[in-house]
């Protein structure tokens, strides 16, 4: 995006990623154009992680805070060149790593195609003893506009924080299909085949990161989502009934012919046949047909094998909770056993009550099958964390 535009130097402002190969390619670092220079680029934020600067009216000034999720917030105030002229407060957490909290942690693991680079995110419980063997959940979201991996520092990254401390390495990671800020070709890997592209990254960064840490339980995994991710996660039981123990799939769109999305069509592929007819004076014309080969998790249904949670909000405007029933209607008919919640006024987005009693059946599922622990979670309340 553009920043500022400066008429009077003739110079642009904008962010920029991807460029640098010193920087993870998913960080946004700000760029300065002139416009009466061929090719004259100048990195003003060199620092690898995320930026989010505000320019001055007068474009001298920049004020600049930087932070990947391993890292705390940098504030600092740039000139028009990019040179840090001023360091604002830093945040004090002191009592926060004195409470135990710890840094998620980056990684960097290879494709299913064993060449392109995918980035992603690692929780561990705050008292971690790389010692012991512990469960691997993913939390997962297939995209297309967007994944689910934090670039910027935050004390508590939705449920992955919290789900770690019942006793899990809890990752999240990029795969080959999803955003579009690494490019055309990365983007439209997942054009046609949107679900299963998503899958075949996440268990190969799975067993990399089980090769290399000694600590990951590659017997053991788990995975969630909601919505695509959803989709997603009560996939992976079907399509890898072998690799996945349990997975709890919220608001999935589990039938995607009834998703009245338009980015739906789109990226699951539109085909294009032509044939010529006769019309009725004779003469040849050429009609179009047009198809769409829409996967759904009912086709796989039959494959389904270790242990599944299906949520839904009952007012679901967004994915509607007819996705749900579709799916556990051919779990039934395949003679499958399963788990259904269906929370009563939620929408697309769980809030209140509704949110609370979702993240503790999400704990208590993973506990159970992933743990053997039934209990796990039931004595905490979930409005303390509010």
């Given at each position: 995006p553009i920043m500022k535009v400066d008429t009077a130097r003739r110079q642009i402002y904008f962010i920029g990623l991807g460029k640098e190969k010193e920087i993870d390619p998913y960080y946004y670092v700000l760029y300065r154009a002139d416009l009466d220079k061929t090719n004259v680029v100048t990195l003003l934020t060199p620092e690898n992680a995320s930026h989010d600067v505000d320019i001055s009216p007068s474009s001298k000034y920049i004020v600049d805070s930087y932070s990947r999720v391993d890292m705390e917030p940098v504030n600092v105030v740039r000139n028009r060149k990019g040179k840090v002229i001023l360091e604002l407060e830093k945040a004090d957490l002191k009592s926060l790593y004195a409470f135990g909290w710890k840094k998620p942690e980056r990684f960097k693991v290879k494709a299913a195609d064993g060449v392109t680079d995918i980035y992603g995110v690692m929780w561990k419980p705050a008292d971690f003893d790389s010692t012991k063997i512990y469960p691997i959940i993913s939390s997962v979201y297939p995209g297309p506009y967007f994944e689910y991996v934090n670039t910027s520092f935050a004390l508590n990254d939705a449920y992955n924080t919290r789900l770690a401390q019942l006793g899990f390495?809890?990752?999240?990671?990029?795969?080959?299909?999803?955003?579009?800020?690494?490019?055309?070709?990365?983007?439209?890997?997942?054009?046609?085949?949107?679900?299963?592209?998503?899958?075949?990254?996440?268990?190969?960064?799975?067993?990399?990161?089980a090769a290399r840490h000694s600590f990951i339980d590659i017997t053991k995994v788990g995975i969630f989502g909601h919505s695509g991710g959803g989709f997603m996660a009560a996939a992976a039981l079907c399509k890898y009934p072998d690799f996945y123990t349990a997975a709890v799939a919220s608001a999935g769109n589990h039938d995607n012919r009834i998703y009245n999305r338009g980015w739906v069509e789109i990226y699951h592929g539109v085909k294009e046949k032509s044939r010529k007819v006769k019309t009725a004076g004779g003469q040849d014309s050429i009609v179009y047909e047009y198809s769409c080969k829409v996967p759904t998790n009912m086709e796989l249904a039959a494959n389904l094998k270790g242990h599944l949670l299906l949520v839904a909000g009952d007012q679901d405007a967004n994915v509607h909770p007819a996705h749900l029933m579709r799916f556990a209607d051919a779990l039934i008919k395949a003679g499958k056993n399963f788990d259904m919640v269906l929370l009563p006024g939620a929408k697309h987005g769980y809030t209140g009550a509704n949110e609370r009693f979702y993240e503790k059946k999400l704990w208590n599922h993973f506990a159970r099958y992933l743990l053997n622990d039934a209990e796990a979670g039931n004595c905490v309340d979930l409005k303390d964390l509010k």
């Amino acid at each position: 995006p553009i920043m500022k535009v400066d008429t009077a130097r003739r110079q642009i402002y904008f962010i920029g990623l991807g460029k640098e190969k010193e920087i993870d390619p998913y960080y946004y670092v700000l760029y300065r154009a002139d416009l009466d220079k061929t090719n004259v680029v100048t990195l003003l934020t060199p620092e690898n992680a995320s930026h989010d600067v505000d320019i001055s009216p007068s474009s001298k000034y920049i004020v600049d805070s930087y932070s990947r999720v391993d890292m705390e917030p940098v504030n600092v105030v740039r000139n028009r060149k990019g040179k840090v002229i001023l360091e604002l407060e830093k945040a004090d957490l002191k009592s926060l790593y004195a409470f135990g909290w710890k840094k998620p942690e980056r990684f960097k693991v290879k494709a299913a195609d064993g060449v392109t680079d995918i980035y992603g995110v690692m929780w561990k419980p705050a008292d971690f003893d790389s010692t012991k063997i512990y469960p691997i959940i993913s939390s997962v979201y297939p995209g297309p506009y967007f994944e689910y991996v934090n670039t910027s520092f935050a004390l508590n990254d939705a449920y992955n924080t919290r789900l770690a401390q019942l006793g899990f390495i809890v990752i999240t990671v990029g795969h080959r299909g999803g955003s579009p800020m690494r490019g055309k070709a990365y983007h439209r890997y997942g054009y046609g085949n949107m679900r299963d592209y998503a899958l075949e990254d996440d268990k190969c960064a799975i067993e990399q990161l089980a090769a290399r840490h000694s600590f990951i339980d590659i017997t053991k995994v788990g995975i969630f989502g909601h919505s695509g991710g959803g989709f997603m996660a009560a996939a992976a039981l079907c399509k890898y009934p072998d690799f996945y123990t349990a997975a709890v799939a919220s608001a999935g769109n589990h039938d995607n012919r009834i998703y009245n999305r338009g980015w739906v069509e789109i990226y699951h592929g539109v085909k294009e046949k032509s044939r010529k007819v006769k019309t009725a004076g004779g003469q040849d014309s050429i009609v179009y047909e047009y198809s769409c080969k829409v996967p759904t998790n009912m086709e796989l249904a039959a494959n389904l094998k270790g242990h599944l949670l299906l949520v839904a909000g009952d007012q679901d405007a967004n994915v509607h909770p007819a996705h749900l029933m579709r799916f556990a209607d051919a779990l039934i008919k395949a003679g499958k056993n399963f788990d259904m919640v269906l929370l009563p006024g939620a929408k697309h987005g769980y809030t209140g009550a509704n949110e609370r009693f979702y993240e503790k059946k999400l704990w208590n599922h993973f506990a159970r099958y992933l743990l053997n622990d039934a209990e796990a979670g039931n004595c905490v309340d979930l409005k303390d964390l509010k």
